[in-house]
């Protein structure tokens, strides 16, 4: 948080802001906040960080300073503030554990309506709602212990500031660095000299565009000129004819301002205000807005901003002005002269915008489409004007101007000239929109792609904007003839409105006679959530540096298939700073990798790159910046080969790996005979980033005698510990892996983070010195993999009452350039295509695609959720040809406790169909059905859907000899014990659950117990934490060694029963008895003979069921979850609110995986969507308005820990339920479009497939280029 003293109206602000975008010269003269000055675990927590962790609000704990910072800053500014500010304070954090929900839960403790005893301890949440049944709990933390808040007893901002800053003529400021010297003048005539003795010199005001530039795009600026504190710059005034805005005022003081002169002014005044203030809502997110400045808005000239259109549309002006003097220049359809070019001169500075008052006869609308509704890009945006003849609908005066369509911003001249003079009725839209095809085409292969629909979308705002003008016309011009608007048109145009989040999580009270010292199926806060709170987690790059340590540049591939002719370091070396350049002629060991027996992945690529990203060799330098630097002067010449990116590539190329799948049960050919009804279809499931919070990392300690101690931010140490010793040619016993915590990992953390400490070793071991790595987003993002894409074709037999009979299916999966985890994942595939459905005859397929894409790696499901989404594809194409509900088609085939799958394993205590009934009894999922049916009768362009959707999920490694944990457990002789054991902690509750199965063991509270990190010294042979098996096997190990010490505990126990557990540590120690026990878990066997497709390869499976309904925007493709309810069957919970987390956050997650996430590529193999500002993941705004979660209760699990289940990938697929829901919705569009409901839906269901899915009459429109005959901007692999 920045806090800044204006000595012109002797206020303070409080401002969140990116400190990543924050220059350190910015913030001269000016207060500011982190995480760990308002409160810490050895003072006294700030109520903003207790509130969150108590609430569970935070689980890897990477982004939970962020949280903590913008609820921080929103309080220092607004000290009970409404959901819908804390909902907007969180627009720019992200989070990929919580899914959000109790984030926004824990912090609606502090608004009126989540507290009206006014924060203090008489709360009204703390009266126990009505609860369903007799020991089933809602409540998963209590308010009643939260500190009350009093923003009075807040940091007072320092006084010295204060001081300093009351200057009668305001310094310039000049701060001078090796590449950037930076002013900061405090007159506008210091910048004008400024800016007249450099004209290239940058402004710069937010850097949110500078500092992107520098960043990924090589930009050096040398001269930077800050005119944040410019009197003339900075101002707003309401004037005679509109609001002059000074040009560095923020995003944030500019609507804040409209939003007053809005109240203030008749209606018809504002009404280009009120367009803008709306879109302000959704351009980029708070911490942005709080620094963007207008001014930047109109320098940057992006094709794509989402204020430019409105500015244009507005016909808003300029000011400028230079040491030559002052102009305004209009902007219209010149001011943009070409991509990021505008009329402004090199000498000039923006001094301030003019933004017009309306008149009564004219009307102004903003919209803007983008990829996610919150902090995202747009896809298409406009600004639209028109002004009507006083006292009719006769066009005056009309401006349509469009964003990302061009180039530049631009506008739809000849639609413009035509629609002056014409009447505002229904003939005006089949006019007008034949015209618009033709001012604003997009030939095939255009930038940014998606022709089509964004063709589609400047159609569907001109039906918008035509829809809106024409209910407010029609409320003043009663007598307009022809100009009714359909009552079911008229949702059309309703402005997007999100209810505050809320929902309930219900879930079994442990028995009344448990002991208060057994904390097994308690709601305990995470173990480390009051460090990540505080910012006293410790994480891989919060370490300090040795004072010897080095850094890691990379050097990468920039082709994605190419031979190497050579390689030159000799420029990268001539840095000062830099120590050597690594590559493959410096592994002393091997410098093969992989997870196949061929190992057919390296460390370091040598006469081949198969990979766009994949590493080359490293440099070593003093710091990351001169690594880095240094690594891109690394000149690599490549002859390029031929490559293949995706799946429809490798099956035309027949590129394969040669291991493959085929699984078979009865014979599909007799059941195809027998059938009523034969389907066939395809559908492609794409890629998704595991986007963890904290990348990649890597410390690497060189010792005595070729010992290696590797500090890893990885899910398999003994992994990494593997390749380190193999990479250095020593045994694994000279390697030591630590890991004390992730930043988030869902399987993306095992192989290519075992590649990256063994590539940091085998630095260390040149150098002779420490040497740290952790990579930049982007990095992460070309080297590390995805979510295997899948392209499914699928067969399937039925009777005419919707039996399954025979189903035949082949699962293509995108492999990528090596094998990593694709085998297993693959093997998961075939064992999940089935999800929840009996087949008597079932033949698989399973392909591997070998193409030139970085290799795809493990993610939470494991392919199973892809393989499950084909399930459930299959079984609504059913219900259709059938004329049966989705429901009676899952029931008739469901499968019954005993039953075999098609793999052969029996299914034991199966859950399925309670979960199933729960979920549509506590849904009201048949009053809500007609409730949907209801809306969509009524309206024609949004329409709402409705879907449920079970799960089965098999639990254990597929390799038995993985199934297998380790734990060492000491009790010292003050009664305190410490626990280790083989899994690592990233955010999934790991520690706390084996500290409870710990208390639970010994019958000790869980205070006394501790678990300081994960280490190869301490537990070897550790499996990955990984399959959702961590709990069941590291719980088994950390019980039996508790098991035995408790045991050599009893003879002490029986002599003082009356005495305490320090008195019989104590006289065990004293009676010289061991204290330190190892521990051994392992699961029952698994097996799966793949000759005789038979076997049981799961330990158990996990079910559950979760019922979704969305309203989509017909005219965009836009969607809101309105409501999601999910019954999940975990057993006997360990855990309940960490197991509640997890299944929010695998469901968000999931909602990522099969809605949100467009992972896209370059024909030539360059990952497109890289970063934050590309690549979209669900945000605050994208989780269910209503989000409601049972744990299936008295459903003991008898094959796991504590009767426990499995938690962290089995509610991952239950977001399946919005895809099939926005697939219900659009088949009610189709419906009033009078086309077939049948249709074809990919994963993701993005806002591009959603609105082109909903044929109509401008869809029809628009021309549709023929696949082959031009090469696509982007490709999904």
């Known amino acids: 948080?920045?806090?800044?003293?204006?000595?012109?109206?002797?206020?303070?602000?409080?401002?969140?802001?990116?400190?990543?975008?924050?220059?350190?010269?910015?913030?001269?003269?000016?207060?500011?906040?982190?995480?760990?000055?308002?409160?810490?675990?050895?003072?006294?927590?700030?109520?903003?960080?207790?509130?969150?962790?108590?609430?569970?609000?935070?689980?890897?704990?990477?982004?939970?300073?962020?949280?903590?910072?913008?609820?921080?800053?929103?309080?220092?500014?607004?000290?009970?503030?409404?959901?819908?500010?804390?909902?907007?304070?969180?627009?720019?954090?992200?989070?990929?554990?919580?899914?959000?929900?109790?984030?926004?839960?824990?912090?609606?403790?502090?608004?009126?309506?989540?507290?009206?005893?006014?924060?203090?301890?008489?709360?009204?949440?703390?009266?126990?709602?009505?609860?369903?049944?007799?020991?089933?709990?809602?409540?998963?933390?209590?308010?009643?212990?939260?500190?009350?808040?009093?923003?009075?007893?807040?940091?007072?901002?320092?006084?010295?500031?204060?001081?300093?800053?009351?200057?009668?003529?305001?310094?310039?400021?000049?701060?001078?660095?090796?590449?950037?010297?930076?002013?900061?003048?405090?007159?506008?005539?210091?910048?004008?000299?400024?800016?007249?003795?450099?004209?290239?010199?940058?402004?710069?005001?937010?850097?949110?565009?500078?500092?992107?530039?520098?960043?990924?795009?090589?930009?050096?600026?040398?001269?930077?000129?800050?005119?944040?504190?410019?009197?003339?710059?900075?101002?707003?005034?309401?004037?005679?004819?509109?609001?002059?805005?000074?040009?560095?005022?923020?995003?944030?003081?500019?609507?804040?301002?409209?939003?007053?002169?809005?109240?203030?002014?008749?209606?018809?005044?504002?009404?280009?205000?009120?367009?803008?203030?709306?879109?302000?809502?959704?351009?980029?997110?708070?911490?942005?807005?709080?620094?963007?400045?207008?001014?930047?808005?109109?320098?940057?000239?992006?094709?794509?901003?989402?204020?430019?259109?409105?500015?244009?549309?507005?016909?808003?002006?300029?000011?400028?002005?230079?040491?030559?003097?002052?102009?305004?220049?209009?902007?219209?359809?010149?001011?943009?002269?070409?991509?990021?070019?505008?009329?402004?001169?090199?000498?000039?500075?923006?001094?301030?915008?003019?933004?017009?008052?309306?008149?009564?006869n004219e009307y102004f609308y903003g919209y803007k489409q983008a990829q996610r509704r919150e902090d995202d890009i747009a896809i298409v945006?406009?600004?639209?004007?028109?002004?009507?003849?006083?006292?009719?609908?006769?066009?005056?005066?009309?401006?349509?101007?469009?964003?990302?369509?061009?180039?530049?911003?631009?506008?739809?001249?000849?639609?413009?000239?035509?629609?002056?003079?014409?009447?505002?009725?229904?003939?005006?839209?089949?006019?007008?929109?034949?015209?618009?095809?033709?001012?604003?085409?997009?030939?095939?292969?255009?930038?940014?792609?998606?022709?089509?629909?964004?063709?589609?979308?400047?159609?569907?705002?001109?039906?918008?904007?035509?829809?809106?003008?024409?209910?407010?016309?029609?409320?003043?011009?009663?007598?307009?003839?022809?100009?009714?608007?359909?009552?079911?048109?008229?949702?059309?145009?309703?402005?997007?409105?999100?209810?505050?989040?809320?929902?309930?999580?219900?879930?079994?009270?442990?028995?009344?006679?448990?002991?208060?010292?057994?904390?097994?199926g308690r709601p305990l806060t995470h173990q480390s959530a009051f460090k990540q709170v505080t910012g006293e987690a410790i994480y891989l790059d919060d370490m300090p540096p040795n004072e010897t340590e080095l850094y890691l540049g990379l050097v990468l591939s920039k082709k994605a298939h190419a031979n190497i002719l050579s390689v030159d370091s000799s420029e990268a070396l001539a840095v000062d700073g830099v120590h050597t350049y690594v590559s493959s002629d410096d592994v002393p060991g091997s410098n093969f990798s992989g997870t196949s027996a061929e190992y057919d992945d390296v460390l370091f690529a040598e006469k081949e790159v198969i990979s766009v990203g994949q590493v080359i060799g490293v440099v070593v330098a003093d710091n990351q910046i001169i690594a880095q630097r240094a690594a891109k002067l690394v000149q690599v010449e490549y002859e390029e080969l031929p490559a293949i990116i995706t799946i429809a590539d490798a099956i035309e190329e027949s590129s394969f790996y040669p291991e493959g799948y085929r699984l078979r049960k009865g014979n599909a050919e007799e059941g195809f005979e027998s059938s009523d009804h034969i389907i066939e279809g395809e559908i492609k499931i794409g890629a998704q980033e595991h986007f963890y919070l904290e990348t990649i990392a890597t410390l690497v300690i060189p010792g005595e005698g070729g010992e290696m101690e590797v500090i890893s931010a990885s899910q398999a140490p003994s992994r990494v510990q593997t390749m380190v010793a193999r990479a250095l040619g020593v045994a694994k016993h000279r390697v030591v892996c630590r890991v004390k915590r992730l930043g988030g990992g869902f399987g993306g953390k095992i192989t290519k983070s075992s590649v990256y400490a063994a590539i940091c070793a085998v630095a260390a071991n040149k150098v002779k010195q420490p040497v740290r790595l952790m990579l930049d987003r982007n990095e992460d993002m070309m080297t590390s993999g995805t979510r295997h894409p899948y392209l499914a074709q699928y067969k399937v037999g039925v009777t005419s009452y919707g039996q399954l009979k025979a189903l035949e299916i082949n699962m293509y999966s995108n492999a990528g350039s090596t094998y990593d985890f694709s085998v297993n994942v693959l093997e998961r595939t075939m064992f999940h295509v089935d999800n929840c459905y009996k087949c008597p005859n079932v033949s698989?397929?399973?392909?591997?695609?070998?193409?030139?894409?970085?290799?795809?790696?493990?993610?939470?499901?494991?392919?199973?959720?892809?393989?499950?989404?084909?399930?459930?594809?299959?079984?609504?194409?059913?219900?259709?040809?059938?004329?049966?509900?989705?429901?009676?088609?899952?029931?008739?085939?469901?499968?019954?406790?005993?039953?075999?799958?098609?793999?052969?394993?029996?299914?034991?205590?199966?859950?399925?169909?309670?979960?199933?009934?729960?979920?549509?009894?506590?849904?009201?999922?048949?009053?809500?059905?007609?409730?949907?049916?209801?809306?969509?009768s009524k309206n024609r362009w949004r329409k709402r859907g409705l879907a449920i959707i079970p799960t089965k999920f098999g639990i254990s490694f597929n390799q038995n000899y993985r199934n297998q944990a380790g734990a060492l457990v000491h009790i010292y002789n003050d009664g305190s014990v410490l626990v280790s054991h083989g899994g690592t902690e990233m955010g999934q509750g790991l520690h706390t659950k084996m500290i409870q199965v710990a208390s639970r063991t010994l019958r000790i509270p869980q205070e006394k117990i501790h678990i300081s990190e994960t280490s190869t010294s301490n537990v070897p042979n550790t499996s990955n934490t990984a399959a959702s098996f961590s709990s069941d096997l590291n719980g088994m190990a950390v019980k039996d060694a508790c098991e035995s010490l408790l045991h050599r505990l009893e003879p002490y126990i029986r002599d003082d029963p009356k005495g305490s557990w320090e008195s019989w540590v104590d006289a065990a120690y004293k009676d010289r008895v061991s204290l330190s026990s190892t521990g051994f878990g392992k699961a029952r066997q698994v097996n799966y003979n793949w000759e005789t497709c038979q076997g049981e390869p799961y330990a158990y499976f996990v079910y559950g069921a979760a019922v979704s309904e969305v309203e989509i925007d017909c005219l965009t493709g836009d969607h809101q979850v309105l409501r999601t309810d999910i019954v999940m069957d975990v057993g006997d919970s360990l855990n309940p609110a960490i197991d509640v987390g997890q299944i929010e956050g695998g469901f968000v997650q999931g909602y990522g995986l099969f809605v949100l996430e467009d992972y896209r590529v370059s024909p030539s193999g360059q990952l497109l969507t890289i970063g934050p500002g590309f690549y979209k993941i669900p945000s605050f705004g994208d989780i269910p308005a209503e989000f409601n979660v049972s744990l299936l209760t008295r459903a003991p699990n008898p094959f796991a820990i504590c009767s426990s289940k499995a938690v962290g990938e089995p509610p991952l697929f239950l977001a399946a339920s919005v895809f099939f829901a926005i697939k219900n919705a659009i088949q009610s569009a189709r419906d009033d479009a009078g086309i077939s409901r049948a249709f074809r839906l990919d994963s993701p269901a993005t806002a591009e497939r959603i609105r082109m899915a909903c044929q109509d009459r401008f869809t029809n429109q628009i021309p549709t280029p023929e696949e082959g005959t031009y090469t696509p901007f982007f490709l999904r692999p």
């Open 381 to 520: 945006n406009a600004g639209m004007r028109v002004v009507f003849k006083p006292g009719t609908d006769k066009v005056q005066d009309c401006t349509l101007a469009y964003g990302g369509m061009a180039p530049t911003t631009i506008l739809a001249k000849e639609t413009m000239k035509a629609i002056k003079g014409r009447s505002w009725n229904d003939s005006l839209v089949d006019a007008m929109t034949p015209l618009l095809v033709e001012d604003l085409p997009l030939p095939p292969g255009s930038p940014g792609g998606m022709e089509p629909y964004r063709q589609s979308l400047t159609l569907s705002f001109f039906f918008k904007f035509y829809l809106a003008v024409l209910e407010q016309i029609s409320s003043k011009l009663p007598g307009l003839r022809g100009s009714t608007i359909p009552s079911s048109y008229k949702s059309a145009n309703l402005p997007y409105h999100k209810t505050s989040a809320r929902g309930v999580q219900m879930y079994q009270e442990v028995p009344s006679g448990q002991p208060d010292s057994d904390a097994v």
């Open 844 to 936: 698989v397929n399973g392909i591997l695609c070998r193409t030139n894409l970085a290799s795809n790696t493990g993610f939470r499901g494991f392919g199973s959720p892809q393989a499950m989404l084909v399930a459930e594809t299959i079984m609504s194409e059913i219900a259709l040809k059938c004329g049966l509900t989705q429901i009676k088609v899952r029931d008739i085939n469901f499968y019954q406790e005993g039953d075999l799958t098609h793999y052969g394993q029996e299914l034991k205590h199966c859950t399925l169909e309670r979960c199933w009934e729960e979920c549509l009894m506590k849904s009201d999922y048949d009053s809500r059905r007609r409730d949907v049916e209801r809306y969509n």
């Open 1 to 360: 948080m920045v806090s800044r003293y204006s000595p012109t109206d002797k206020t303070i602000s409080h401002v969140a802001v990116n400190a990543c975008l924050t220059p350190i010269c910015s913030v001269h003269g000016m207060a500011v906040t982190t995480v760990e000055g308002i409160g810490s675990t050895t003072t006294r927590l700030h109520p903003v960080q207790e509130r969150l962790a108590k609430a569970h609000g935070s689980q890897c704990g990477f982004c939970t300073p962020g949280m903590v910072m913008s609820m921080y800053a929103l309080l220092r500014n607004r000290p009970q503030p409404t959901m819908e500010e804390i909902e907007s304070a969180f627009e720019g954090n992200l989070c990929r554990c919580t899914g959000y929900r109790p984030i926004l839960q824990g912090y609606k403790t502090f608004t009126k309506e989540g507290c009206c005893g006014g924060n203090k301890a008489a709360c009204c949440r703390n009266i126990s709602s009505g609860v369903p049944e007799e020991g089933v709990s809602v409540n998963m933390f209590n308010p009643s212990e939260f500190m009350p808040y009093d923003p009075s007893q807040e940091f007072i901002f320092p006084p010295e500031l204060m001081v300093n800053l009351n200057e009668t003529t305001p310094k310039m400021h000049k701060f001078a660095g090796d590449n950037v010297t930076w002013f900061r003048p405090g007159t506008l005539e210091q910048l004008l000299e400024l800016k007249t003795n450099d004209r290239q010199a940058k402004i710069v005001a937010g850097n949110s565009e500078i500092g992107v530039e520098v960043k990924f795009k090589n930009q050096c600026y040398p001269v930077l000129i800050d005119v944040n504190h410019i009197l003339e710059l900075t101002g707003v005034e309401t004037t005679p004819s509109g609001v002059r805005i000074g040009a560095a005022v923020s995003l944030t003081s500019t609507g804040n301002y409209l939003k007053q002169i809005i109240q203030k002014e008749p209606e018809h005044k504002t009404r280009i205000f009120a367009a803008i203030v709306e879109m302000l809502r959704w351009f980029a997110g708070k911490q942005i807005r709080n620094v963007a400045c207008i001014g930047g808005n109109i320098a940057t000239s992006s094709p794509i901003s989402d204020l430019n259109p409105l500015l244009i549309a507005a016909v808003c002006s300029v000011e400028l002005v230079s040491s030559s003097g002052k102009r305004t220049v209009t902007m219209d359809g010149n001011f943009f002269t070409g991509y990021r070019k505008n009329a402004i001169r090199a000498e000039e500075v923006i001094l301030a915008i003019n933004v017009p008052f309306t008149t009564e």
